[in-house]
């Protein structure tokens, strides 16, 4: 599905922005590709991931956003989900970038946004509003519209350090797990570190990280497991398991194929022949 965004009037930007939705889909494991514009990706319900090149793992779940830059190269994988993105031309976020005075440059970072993220929800309500049908004439789709074109050159060209937005206690759990992925770290464990309740941790994390503290640390362990993989043919894989905190090899070896398509071992394989991991 295409749409014509209503140009910025300062600066003068005519170009086409094209929106997608998916509703109710079962997908593995999508295509690797890439695109020249920026995609910006919001889920309305569910989960979604994008493994990166370098294997690192994007996800979001309900209400957080995925901002992707030109160039990055991504396999989606999206579980039962309602999403919707929009592809916005880089000539539009350069433009936009010129008009705030930020620098352009690369390569750029992929962001992911909470659902209390101001950019988040900006983007939301222009899906939302948009998808109603309304004319890219109509003044509140155009506002919103270069509302989240600068919002988006804004983020991405000046950035602030990885975590600068997270409340402080989430960043005292994201540097616990960090830390200590080795060891037994469970949820009351680390709503001590944060000095909240379990409950309070639970809802405050996804809706910053975009994932339960659960997910994002089995995906830590399952980062760092890969990277040992990749690196040597020595440990064996039952000590790579050990070592970033699985106690149980079956269920590391589940969680190793679900995330990367391939046990273990054959990504050791894989990863000594030179072969991608797309």
């Known amino acids: 599905m295409g749409m014509r965004i209503a140009s910025l009037e300062a600066p003068p930007v005519a170009d086409r922005v094209v929106r997608r939705a ?16 920026f995609e910006l990706t919001w889920v309305e319900a569910g989960r979604v991931e994008f493994e990166l090149a370098s294997g ?7 209400g957080a956003c995925i901002v992707l830059p030109p160039g990055a190269v991504v396999t989606p994988r999206v579980r039962v989900a309602a999403l919707q993105q929009i592809m916005v031309p880089a000539s539009i976020i350069a433009v936009a970038a010129m008009t705030l005075g930020l620098p352009v440059h690369g390569p750029l970072e992929p962001l992911v946004l909470g659902a209390d993220d101001r950019l988040a929800q900006l ?7 948009a998808s109603e ?5 109509d003044p509140l789709i155009k506002s919103l519209s270069d509302a ?13 350090p990885p975590g600068a937005h997270l409340d402080r206690r989430i960043r005292r759990v994201l540097a616990t797990m960090n830390d200590g992925y080795r060891e037994r770290l469970s949820v009351e464990d680390l709503a001590r570190v944060a000095g909240m309740s379990r409950y309070a941790l639970l809802h405050v994390f996804r809706a910053q990280v975009g994932a339960s503290p659960y997910q994002h640390l089995t995906t830590l362990r399952l980062e760092r497991a890969a990277e040992q993989l990749r690196a040597a043919r020595t440990p064996s894989v039952l000590e790579v398991a050990l070592a970033c905190g699985f106690t149980d090899p079956g269920r590391f070896a589940r969680a190793f194929r679900a995330r990367y398509g391939c046990s273990p071992r054959e990504y050791r394989v894989r990863a000594s022949n030179g072969a991608p991991f797309a």
């Open 133 to 137: 049908g309304a004319s890219m004439k």
């Open 22 to 37: 998916v509703s109710g889909r079962r997908v593995e494991r999508g295509l690797r590709h890439h695109h020249p514009d």
């Open 56 to 62: 690192k793992l994007l996800v979001a779940s309900d």
């Open 123 to 129: 983007i939301r309500l222009f899906m939302e509003e």
């Open 148 to 160: 989240t074109v600068f919002g988006v050159a804004r983020a991405s060209l000046h950035s602030p």
